[in-house]
Structures are given as structure tokens and as C-alpha cells.
Nanobody
């Protein structure tokens, strides 16, 4: 089992940027497909972006495509989410998650088995 710790959330004005980081401990990080999810109050936990174990394949939700960029550094056991042109509707708790599924990037949260504690992102309009 891998332990995941997110950092980098905060309060930002609309149009601004934030970079989230997720550090992994335990497990074999380079073998995991990684995802960033978010959950706003009263809403489902939805995938924002995902990246394959090799970094060759990425997935983005339509609402963030062109604004967010996911990346990973296997040497540092870390995955990142660069968020630009932030909008008020991006406000949510953001979670990092891992899965042992290695074919593509699964979009559903039930396919991920390790989760971080979450970091709050608040975008003021």
C-alpha cells in the first residue's frame, strides 16, 4: 500500500495559478497509474487528470483541458498538477490517488485504491 500526501492548495483569485504536489511513500511508485480527483460540497468525486505509470499517457476532464497539466517525476516519487486560468468552479478539495491498473488511465474513482487526505483549493471570483 502506498501513502499519498498532497500539498499546494490554497486561496487564489480567478485567473490565477496553483501547483499541487503529491508525494508517495511505500509501494513502487513508478508502477502506479496516478490520478487527481476533486470533490465539491454535495457533488461526486470526479477525475480531473490522470497519468500512466510511464508518463506516456495522460487524461484530462473536459472542463480542465487546456488549463491544467499533470506530470510525474518517478525519481522523486511525486505527481503534480499545474492549474492555470483558474475559475470559481474549480473550487473543491483535490485528492491524489493511485491504482495498479496499468492499461490507460481509468477515469472512475472506484478504480483507485490509495488516496491522499486532500487539499483545499478555493478560487475567488
Amino acid at each position: 500500500q502506498v501513502q499519498l500526501v498532497e500539498s499546494g492548495g490554497g486561496l487564489v483569485q480567478a485567473g490565477g495559478s496553483l501547483r499541487l504536489s503529491c508525494a508517495a511513500n511505500g509501494g513502487t511508485f513508478r508502477s502506479f497509474t496516478m490520478g487527481w480527483f476533486r470533490q465539491a460540497p454535495g457533488k461526486e468525486r470526479d477525475i480531473v487528470a490522470g497519468i500512466s505509470w510511464s508518463g506516456d499517457t495522460t487524461y484530462y476532464a473536459g472542463s480542465v483541458k487546456g488549463r491544467f497539466t499533470i506530470s510525474r517525476d518517478n525519481a522523486k516519487n511525486s505527481v503534480y498538477l499545474q492549474m492555470d486560468s483558474l475559475k470559481h468552479e474549480d473550487t473543491a478539495v483535490y485528492y491524489c490517488a493511485s491504482t495498479g491498473i496499468r492499461f490507460g488511465v481509468p477515469p472512475g474513482h472506484r478504480e483507485y485504491d490509495s488516496w491522499g487526505q486532500g487539499t483545499q483549493v478555493t478560487v475567488s471570483s
